[in-house]
């Protein structure tokens, strides 16, 4: 079973993403980046069923962090390059930043984080190399 860009496509609108004229080609890109990336870990020629799941999970990861990257990620209508508003007063214009508080950035990066980290399940599909 190989994968697609429509799993992948289908997994970023489930994580929140809506795709933008363009991204396809990024897409097309990592997909098979990721896919390389996989068969050279594992020492492998074909990619097993069974990474299937890990190789989506891995270019969703990639892709998010791409456009984070950029400063062109916005997840669930919210643009995760912006900081949270903690008070904003009119007399002479002030506005601070909750620096506290765990933003919209640093959730993407944990999610981001978590999708990469997918690629630890590509051990069980190693093969030695001579």
Known sequence: MQFNETQVINRLAGLGYVLKPGDNL???FLIGKVESD??????INALPDAAVYIAIDMVCGEFLQDKKSAGNLILNGIDINT?????ISEGDTSVSFD???QNAAQKADVLIN?????????????????
């Not at 996989?38 to 020492?43: A, D, V």
């Not at 900081?83 to 008070?87: F, G």
């Not at 978590?114 to 001579?130: D, G, I, M, P």
């Open 114 to 130: 978590s999708l990469l980290a997918s690629k630890n399940n590509l051990y069980k599909f190693r093969r030695l190399a001579w």
């Open 26 to 28: 990024t897409l097309g």
């Open 38 to 43: 996989i068969l050279n870990f594992c020492n």
């Open 99 to 101: 620096s506290n508080s």
């Open 83 to 87: 900081a949270d508003v903690k008070s």
